[in-house]
């Protein structure tokens, strides 16, 4: 897979969940995070994929470094993470920077630390709960194939469907895609 370029949008470590807004093209701040929840990863998107809930396609930069909100990096794909949140596809690539020669090594998820996968794994389970039981699932991780096929997938749903308005979108694809929803 070639490299991507990554918008990040939260930095590693971040109690403050920022969101891109497509429509006003800034970064707006979501939501302070409950109690000691922390970012595990810097987590951005990639502007021309649209995934299955109408946002951009996420991505979880595995890093021992903090990137700042608003900046953007070359990143590798290694595999992703098939995600439910609120009852739509979710979906988050897992890529470490490309830039970074000290993880030149890494090229899939085997090559990473597996406990770093288990709090990722955590924290997407449960920082959402205090909104209510079951609002987002994890379905577990994918290899780079896996990834690959998702982000050609949503590549394409950005080039039909990026400039409609998110609600009527996810109305749409629940419609003609069913599969992909809760």
């Known amino acids: 897979m070639k490299n991507i370029e990554v918008n990040i949008e939260i930095s590693k470590d971040s109690k403050i969940k920022y969101e891109?807004?497509?429509k006003s093209g800034k970064i707006k701040v979501d939501r302070i995070l409950r109690g000691d929840f922390k970012y595990p990863?810097?987590?951005g998107y990639i502007s021309e994929a649209l995934d299955w809930d109408g946002d951009e396609l996420d991505v979880l930069v595995y890093s021992s470094e903090t990137f700042m909100p608003g900046t953007s990096l070359e990143a590798r794909v290694i595999g992703a993470m098939q995600m439910i949140d609120s009852g739509?596809?979710?979906?988050k690539l897992i890529a470490v920077h490309a830039d970074d020669y000290r993880l030149d090594h890494i090229k899939s998820l085997a090559d990473i630390d597996q406990m770093w996968l288990v709090s990722v794994r955590n924290f997407f389970s449960t920082y959402k709960e205090f909104k209510g039981k079951n609002v987002t699932e994890v379905k577990?991780?994918?290899d780079i194939e896996w990834a690959q096929k998702e982000y050609e997938e949503c590549v394409e749903l950005m080039e039909k469907y990026g400039k409609m308005d998110k609600d009527e979108f996810v109305?749409?694809?629940?419609?003609?895609?069913?599969?992909?929803?809760?």
């Not at 739509?88 to 979906?91: L, S, V």
């Open 20 to 22: 891109y807004d497509r």
């Open 41 to 43: 990863a810097n987590y």
């Open 88 to 91: 739509e596809t979710d979906t």
């Open 140 to 142: 577990g991780f994918k």
């Open 171 to 182: 109305a749409k694809m629940k419609v003609e895609h069913p599969d992909k929803y809760v």
